[in-house]
């Protein structure tokens, strides 16, 4: 199994900066998925697992993202303005790929890559955390499990998730929630998992369930015994 | 317009050597697209497009297979075995993924992100030839125009080739021939096409068509009008 985290981090490292937002902002989830990293590392360390994360925040240049998308380098998150990410050039754009995009997706291809020559044929999952309030609506969703749509079985591995987690677990999860592949999130997917026919899912878990250290362990608790079921019965079909 | 020849040479150099093949066998169309390079530059020139092809010989790795593809360094090609390609271990084929897939792809990778970047929004054309005699079966047909068929769309701009070709050429031009993408031969279209839904199309040209560089020349006067027609009527639609 292989972790990615695309959302690990809300650094703002030279020569970005802080893009003009105070610490309130850069401590929000439009910076990073608050608890992700934590999540993943815990998953990581259960299932003996490899695992790949952002070294800087996604206002700098979103991994999720293509370069042409609106939420590459947004000029506004939800209810926040981006100041930083106002009036960039195109080859102000070109850097942030240069610095961000090429080296992130290489680095996870070779992993990639490295697993299928070894004759592994990895799952992929990547792990997110969703704000518990969104434009003022509350979200009654726990656990989100999403898949990309672009070939017949790319659904199988997360509904078998699903299906695990309903059964060793009282987390509300749903199918393709808060959003799915049709809202642009499954990009990297596209590229590193469709491909090559791995089996992957997308977790999207709520940030409240996992706000401090101790909340990520006791999520991982639960969560790491459900991807097994999962990769078992994946296998097992 | 971005080009690319994944089968643009047949170099083979230190560590790997010629595999045990005689120089016949290097200079057949098993370690290589004979003719391809020579085209791809022809039509760079001409549409002063940017071409990406790659430095070894495919039967080192094939750029456009999977690692995990048997065809990605194929123990037998045609009808010559490759004796250097035989009882690979996993730290081998892992060893020339790293030489040659790796760098390869996280360089067109970025070539492409840069244009996306850039607000531009290439369409890839891959180059490649065959050979007129398969397995003692002469082929008849002349130009192959092939696409992936991942995503609905996806033959628009092969369509669109394959039209201007009939158009304003006398050459022998079908769909998807003489092999097609259920044959693995879109691997490099998925990684790097698909997943920013470029437009795109696969080139195979009847080896005997580009046998020097004068007849490449002359195919490249043929094909170039062909191209920015279609790229014409792609833009209209």
Same mark, same amino acid.
């Given at each position: 199994?292989?972790?990615? @985290? /695309? ?28 608890? %992700? ?12 697992? @490899? !695992? ?14 293509? &370069? ?9 998150? /939800? ?38 020559? !070894? ?32 070939? &017949? ?24 929630? &808060? ?13 590193? %998992? ?6 992957? %899912? *997308? ?12 909340? @990520?362990?006791? *999520? ?18």
């Amino acid at each position: 199994m292989l972790l990615v @985290c /695309e959302h690990a981090s809300n650094a703002f490292p030279p020569p970005w900066g802080d893009l003009g937002l105070d610490p309130a902002a850069r401590r929000a989830h439009i910076a990073w998925d608050p608890g %992700a990293l934590d999540l993943a590392r815990a998953l990581a360390q259960r299932l003996d697992a @490899c !695992l790949v994360h952002a070294p800087v925040s996604r206002l700098i240049h979103d991994l999720n993202r293509a &370069p042409d998308s609106a939420g590459a380098m947004p000029q506004r998150s /939800e209810v926040y303005d981006i100041p930083g990410n106002r009036g960039l050039t195109p080859a102000d754009r070109a850097a942030r790929v240069a610095a961000v995009y090429d080296p992130f997706h290489a680095g996870l291809s070779a992993v990639v890559a490295r697993r299928i020559a !070894l004759g592994l044929h990895p799952v992929m999952v990547t792990v997110h955390s969703f704000t518990p309030v969104w434009h003022g609506v509350p979200r009654e969703v726990e656990l989100g499990v999403i898949h990309d749509d672009t070939r &017949p079985g790319d659904d199988r591995f997360a509904r078998a998730v699903l299906a695990a987690a309903w059964a060793m677990t009282d987390l509300r999860a749903e199918l393709n929630a &808060p959003y799915s592949a049709a809202d642009e999130v499954t990009h990297l997917l596209r590229l590193h %998992a469709v491909p090559y026919g791995l089996p992957h %899912a *997308m977790l999207e878990i709520r940030n409240d369930l996992i706000a401090d250290p101790e909340a @990520c362990a006791h *999520m991982a608790d639960r969560l790491a015994p459900v991807l097994t079921r999962a990769l078992v019965a994946l296998k097992g079909a």
